[in-house]
């Protein structure tokens, strides 16, 4: 009996008389292949923004080396007698950084806190300096 009704509904299949049925499967397809694209898309998406930020990290992280090499090179040439002490990175836009030098000098063997030297770098390898923070200026 289940063998007559199964040839049955596919007679009625293929003689076209069971068209809610193909629309049925029509209809579940496509909501199945549009979920599948929506997760697929989401996925996608979602990978691309995290290569990206951190590709954009490393390069804005490559450019503030970049910076401080170039600052201490050029502190040595022009300030022979002040020393570098540390470097702070105080914020990072989306182009650009502010890295900021504590310098000291050595006067009679005692270290003496110079200026602070506070310079704003940027992605594409320009930078410009603020003004100190001490009373002493370079």
């Not at 596919?10 to 008389?17: I, M, P, S, T, Y």
């Not at 022979?80 to 990175?89: A, K, M, R, V, Y």
């Amino acid at each position: 009996m289940t063998e007559n009704k199964k040839e049955q509904e596919l007679n009625d299949f293929f003689d076209g008389k069971s068209t809610s049925t193909i629309s049925k499967v029509v209809k579940k397809a496509k909501r199945i292949t549009i979920l599948r694209n929506i997760g697929i898309s989401l996925f996608v998406i979602v990978f691309l923004l995290i290569t990206l930020s951190l590709s954009w990290l490393f390069i804005l992280r490559g450019s503030q080396e970049k910076a401080m090499r170039d600052i201490e090179l050029f502190s040595r040439i022009t300030n022979p007698n002040i020393e570098l002490l540390t470097s702070q990175n105080e914020s990072n836009g989306v182009f650009e950084g502010i890295l900021t030098f504590n310098r000291y000098k050595e006067i009679e063997g005692i270290p003496v806190d110079w200026s602070n030297h506070v310079v704003r770098y940027s992605l594409f390898g320009g930078m410009s300096r603020f003004t100190g923070h001490s009373l002493i200026q370079n």
